[in-house]
């Protein structure tokens, strides 16, 4: 008997504690792993200017203060406000700061997974919608892949996925459309 690979099979799993427990201990060691990398690279002179160590250490305070969070509705209400609280945060912290590839990684997926985050909870504590549908399924996938990715970013502080290189693309274009206007 072969068993066929069921993304609603796999959100029930994740809903029901035990892959959830599993991905969230790797993301948040992942995490701490990518502020550690960081505290390394700091201790270089030359690396400090551009170094992601205080958006490491804030993504690694945010994502732990709020592991301990319950398993009711709630929670999705919580994690989008600690995820836009972080993002005013890093905001701040950058200001005096130069830009870095992480930065924009970090908020881009910041933004994203409490976006996420909201349409979970207006679907099932709104809406009292218990079905699944193809929204949990982007909800389950999507998160730990913008957790992934931010891991990477924060990591490797370079702009892998060229997010950076498409964004300055998009301004350039709209100078030039402002200019010609």
């Known amino acids: 008997m072969s068993t066929v690979f069921n993304p609603i099979e796999m959100f029930h799993l994740y809903e029901s504690g035990v892959l959830a427990k599993i991905l969230a201990n790797f993301i948040n060691w992942g995490i701490m792993m990518a502020l ?3 505290i390394v690279k700091y201790s270089d002179p030359k690396n400090r200017s551009n170094s992601a160590l205080w958006l490491s250490l804030i993504i690694c305070l945010s994502y732990a203060s709020t592991s301990f969070i319950g398993r ?3 929670k999705y209400l919580i994690w989008m406000a600690a995820d836009l609280i ?5 905001v701040i912290v950058q200001l005096k700061r130069p830009n870095i590839a ?3 990684y970090c ?3 910041l933004v994203a997974n409490a976006l996420l985050h909201l349409a979970i909870f207006i679907d099932a504590a ?5 079905d699944p549908w193809w929204l949990w399924n982007v909800y389950s996938v999507g998160v730990n892949i913008n957790d992934l990715v931010m891991i990477i970013a924060l990591t490797v502080n370079r702009d892998f996925l060229g997010l950076c290189r498409v964004g300055r693309y998009m301004r350039d274009q709209f100078d030039a459309t402002l200019k010609a206007a």
């Open 102 to 104: 992480a930065f924009y």
């Open 107 to 109: 908020v881009l997926v």
């Open 36 to 38: 550690l990398v960081n």
């Open 72 to 74: 009711e509705l709630s």
């Open 86 to 90: 972080t993002v005013l945060v890093l």
């Open 126 to 130: 709104v809406l009292k919608n218990y």
